[in-house]
């Protein structure tokens, strides 16, 4: 249940950190509510997630997916150039979260 709470926890995060870049210096409403809202959701799973998964291996996983969520949302509307070597690191990313799912205590 921790690790599915992590996962949504990492998709929120890429909601709120997308949402901070449309609010220009929180000057637009909308999307500065979507960034608190995002922002508390993400960090509250978070810590749910940490009560038993490692801080690292859970902050590390966190960051990746909404690293990697953030770019790809980017990329899907056009603010982010896509290009070859983007998509190899973020391939690598994936594979990184991944791993730390696969070798982590009680898999």
């Known amino acids: 249940m921790n690790w599915l709470v992590l996962i949504v926890s990492g998709v929120t995060e890429s909601v709120w950190a997308t949402a901070l870049s449309r609010s220009e210096g929180f ?17 509250a799973g978070l810590a749910y997630a940490m009560r038993t998964l490692p801080a690292g291996t859970a902050y590390a996983v966190w960051v990746g997916i909404g690293a990697t969520l953030t770019v790809c949302i980017g990329m899907a509307t056009g603010t982010e150039p896509v290009n070859a070597a983007k ?12 791993g730390l799912k696969l070798v982590s205590e009680g898999h």
Not at 32 to 40: C, I, T
Not at 87 to 98: H, K, N, T, Y
Request: aromatic fraction near 6%; charge should be positive; glycine fraction near 10%.
């Open 87 to 98: 998509m190899v690191f973020i391939a690598g990313l994936i594979v990184c979260i991944i």
């Open 27 to 43: 000057s637009k409403l909308g999307p500065s509510v979507v960034f608190v809202v995002g922002l508390l959701l993400s960090m």
